[in-house]
């Protein structure tokens, strides 16, 4: 069975800072790579994804990620933070033909950031 | 344009009461999905369903029922609720293609006292 991982469980950052936060999964095959945001009190939504062609794949509010396939991760990055992306954030895999049950998502990293 | 709709948004229920969480999709998807979300776990899929009048077990199925009787709606059934149940309920549905996207409801939060 697949499953994803997720390097830190919580990340505090001043805003303009860096930031990359990791995801690892475990599945041989062909997958579809996903980061979801859930801001505190709400539902989780798409930031961006992967399912093919250009493994750096760019999303809304500036978020990036790239899909590197022989290290098995999709780290999520964005050069310059802001105090509004105190958020949690997911890494999901959909992996191999069954896609109705293989969304697999990661255990989560909350992100705090400092104004 | 609701998306995914759950109701109820909040519950408190006794130890050994029984409820169900309802969820509504309008944008025709064939998938639907009921997750847990507790702190450190990430989701975890209780039940799912490819279609209407399918379902199947996710990776947590103790203590709950599900039902598609309608392809736009999912339910999801305690039938005696436990302390080990309080939690924040997610329904999603997607479309059964390569590179689909999973949309969320706004959550569900499920207390037994």
């Known amino acids: 069975a697949q499953s994803v991982s997720q390097h830190n469980h919580h990340v505090i950052l001043s805003e303009a800072a860096s930031l990359e936060l990791g995801c690892n999964y475990s599945?041989?095959?062909?997958?579809?790579l996903f980061w979801y945001v859930q801001y505190p009190g709400q539902h989780l939504q798409l930031l961006l994804k992967y399912f093919s062609g250009d493994p750096l794949v760019k999303g809304i509010k500036g978020f990036e990620a790239e899909f590197i396939k022989s290290k098995f991760s999709f780290n999520l990055r964005k050069p310059s933070v802001q105090w509004s992306d105190t958020a949690e954030y997911f890494c999901?895999?959909?992996?191999?033909?069954?896609?109705?049950?293989?969304?697999?998502f990661g255990p989560g990293t909350r992100l705090s950031v400092l104004p | 344009n609701a998306g995914v709709t759950q109701t109820p948004k909040f519950r408190v229920l006794k130890t050994g009461q029984s409820m169900t969480l309802l969820c509504a999709q309008d944008m025709n998807h064939e998938y639907m999905y009921w997750y847990r979300q507790d702190p450190g776990m990430g989701l975890r899929l209780i039940h799912y369903?490819?279609?209407?009048?399918?379902?199947a077990k996710g990776e947590v199925p103790d203590g709950y029922n599900v039902s598609r009787l309608k392809k736009q709606n999912f339910l999801l059934g305690l039938e005696s609720a436990a302390p080990s149940q309080t939690s924040v309920y997610f329904c999603?549905?997607?479309?059964?293609?390569?590179?689909?996207?999973?949309?969320f409801g706004e959550g569900s939060w499920l207390t037994v006292v």
């Open positions: 999603a549905s997607s479309r059964p293609v390569s590179g689909n996207t999973i949309y």
């Open positions: 369903s490819v279609g209407e009048g399918t379902t």
């Open positions: 599945y041989g095959g062909t997958v579809n």
């Open positions: 999901a895999v959909n992996a191999g033909n069954n896609y109705g049950q293989n969304f697999v």
